[in-house]
């Protein structure tokens, strides 16, 4: 079964509203945990899946399915992802980053959950950030469990493909930057230097499971939590989409900034349609905190 990849909003969800006022009102009560998804990231030049000019247009992401199916999968995966990487480790953490690492900071926040693998929260400052989607900083091996940082990964790769540098035609949220078959050609994929197994990337794939463990430990979050603000989620894979339901179910307040409808404004209390820098920015400002300092 393929993962569900989009969903159609039902004609009855309310329009988003450009009213700042609630979500100012929920930090400054405290204990909001946030839950960022990939439009978070669209400001520091990573685009996301699902929004205008989202990568899903034009992308099929790889599912866990493909990758151990074969290895001319896992190719074309380490190739186009050897060269996203370059570009997506130069990205920098954008307004938003900085206003969530701010409100932790000052104490509004009971924590971070995140669906990016692009580690722009901690660069910004953030701590303690729950990445339910793993992260592209490491590269595990799917037979002796063996981890180590992407950066050892990228320079045997270097080693073992001197001279590859297409142009890609686009970079994806998943760090995998769109290449033909041809742009692919013979590109050499390592092994685990432990066993000489199959490495994958630290990452939930689409058709993977969260690990259990991790899932457990964002409900329990949850629970804790005074509030749900969900900033550039879509929301349409269930990982971040139980969180919402749990919250409501709960009675807690969710609170969603996002440009475009998603799968949970059923379930929120009010939706923004404004860009996450510029809310989060003006919400900090309502609130009287100042601008960060830049990592």
């Known amino acids: 079964m393929r993962p569900t990849l989009s969903w159609t909003p039902a004609e009855d969800l309310p329009p988003g509203s450009t009213d700042l006022e609630p979500v100012a009102d929920a930090l400054s009560t405290g204990g ?3 839950l960022s998804g990939a439009g978070m990231s669209t400001e520091s030049g990573i685009p996301d899946y699902r929004g205008e000019g989202g990568s899903l247009s034009r992308h099929t992401p790889m599912t866990y399915q493909d990758f151990t199916a074969g290895a001319q999968a896992r190719r074309r ?7 996203g990487w370059r570009t997506f480790g130069r990205a920098r953490p954008n307004a938003g980053h ?8 000052h104490g509004l926040l009971s924590g971070v959950i995140t669906q990016n693998v692009d580690g722009l929260h901690q660069a910004a400052g953030s701590e303690d950030v729950v990445e339910l989607h793993g992260s ?3 590269v595990v091996c799917l037979a002796c469990r ?3 940082p992407r950066r050892e990964l990228a320079r045997r790769l270097e080693a073992a493909n001197v001279g590859f540098a297409p142009v890609a035609a686009g970079i994806n949220p998943d760090g995998d930057a769109d290449l033909t078959d041809e742009q692919v050609g013979d590109f050499r994929v390592v092994p685990c230097t432990v066993c000489g197994g199959i490495l994958k990337p630290d990452v939930v794939f689409f058709g993977e499971a969260v690990p259990p463990w991790r899932v457990e430990h964002c409900r329990e979050l949850v629970r804790e939590a005074t509030s ?3 900033l550039g989620s879509s929301l349409t894979v269930m990982s971040g989409l139980r969180f919402v339901r749990q919250a409501a179910k709960a009675g807690k307040p969710v609170l969603i900034v996002n440009l475009d409808p998603t799968r949970g404004d059923q379930h929120a209390v009010t939706r923004v349609a404004l860009p996450l820098g510029t809310a989060l920015t003006s919400v900090a400002d309502r609130l009287g905190i100042p601008g960060p300092a830049q990592p």
């Open 77 to 83: 995966y380490w190739a186009r992802s050897h060269l």
């Open 146 to 148: 063996a981890s180590s």
């Open 32 to 34: 909001v945990l946030v």
């Open 228 to 230: 749900l603000l969900v």
């Open 98 to 105: 900085q206003a969530v690492a701010a409100f932790a900071r």
């Open 136 to 138: 592209l900083d490491r």
